[in-house]
């Protein structure tokens, strides 16, 4: 009969070989005069599919030595059964073990690699950005907020800015204007290095004398420069009735991580169509812009 030590040391060996390998007046405020004219942006990491050595193909736990084995008295050599089962599962390793092992981890090394960089190349499942921008303009400033949420290929889109402009009329009053808008966004293209996309939604505009809400279209573009922090960054939005709005604003953007400082040059056209009181006012006026915000 053989010994109980070489019953072990089959069983266990058995055991390897079998495992699986896996204007005139301010916009929208009433002229002095009635007559016509015109004034002015993971997954825990998965195991390799293989079950740890030792372990049954179903998962179930592995026989306690002692079930396989007859009892007895324990051994100043054999304290240490965990130690004993590596020395016997090493001793019977064979070139054909290795080169099996070698090959489950060249395939494991292989998949997660292309998972890798699958991940690299797609968009991420939910892009949140959030900042604040300061413009100073030719006849005041403004101030603007924006925020952004967006998926593989959609999102949307809100926006909200503040100007402060000095009065026409010579006096040290101020006219306050304010814009909003929310659209919503569709990724025409999306990968690692940066997005196109279309718009469409709703803007307002909050005038001294006038509100006007009206359908707003328009596109985005950002794309990274190189292998470098930078990206450039451009929006076009207009809106044709019932006023007339167009903002365009270009610049670069570095990132810092999550943290990302933004700056470069915004025009904004305003035309209230003469829906306050028959005459046509417009105002255009463009300026730098500097912000800071927050990616993640």
Not at 62 to 77: E, L, V
Not at 139 to 144: C, E, I, L, V, W
Request: net charge positive.
């Amino acid at each position: 009969m053989p010994s109980s030590k070489a019953v072990l040391g089959c069983v266990l060996a058995a055991t390897v070989l079998l495992e699986p390998a896996l204007a005139e007046a301010r916009f929208g405020k009433r002229s002095s005069s009635s007559s016509p004219g015109r004034a002015g942006r993971g997954s825990p990491r998965r195991e390799h599919p293989s079950s740890p050595a030792g372990q049954p193909r179903d998962g179930a736990p592995a026989p306690h030595p002692a079930t396989a084995i007859d009892t007895k008295p324990p051994r100043a050599d054999d304290d240490d059964a965990p130690r004993r089962r590596r020395r016997r599962v090493r001793a019977p390793a064979t070139g054909a073990l290795v080169g099996v092992g070698a090959a489950a981890t060249g395939t494991s090394t292989l998949r997660s690699s292309a998972s890798t960089t699958r991940r690299r190349d797609e968009p991420v499942p939910l892009l949140v950005r959030m900042g604040a921008q300061a413009e100073w303009l030719k006849d005041g400033s403004g101030m603007g907020v924006f925020m952004a949420m967006e998926g593989r290929r959609l999102g949307v889109d809100t926006r909200l800015t503040g100007l402060s402009l000095k009065a026409e009329d010579g006096s040290d009053t101020e006219d306050r204007i304010t814009l909003l808008s929310a659209r919503l966004t569709a990724a025409l293209w999306a990968s690692a290095r940066g997005r196109m996309r279309v718009e469409a939604g709703l803007s307002s505009a909050h005038a001294p004398g006038i509100i006007f809400v009206g359908p707003s279209f328009g596109a985005s573009v950002e794309a990274c420069i190189g292998a470098s922090p930078l990206d450039v960054e451009a929006r076009l939005n207009a809106t044709p009735f019932p006023h007339r709005q167009v903002d365009i604003q270009a610049g670069l953007a570095a990132h810092l991580g999550g943290f990302n400082v933004r700056g470069g040059w915004r025009a904004l056209y305003l035309n209230d169509a003469g829906h306050l009181d028959g005459v046509e006012h417009e105002e255009g006026f463009g300026g730098p812009y500097f912000g800071l915000g927050l990616t993640f």
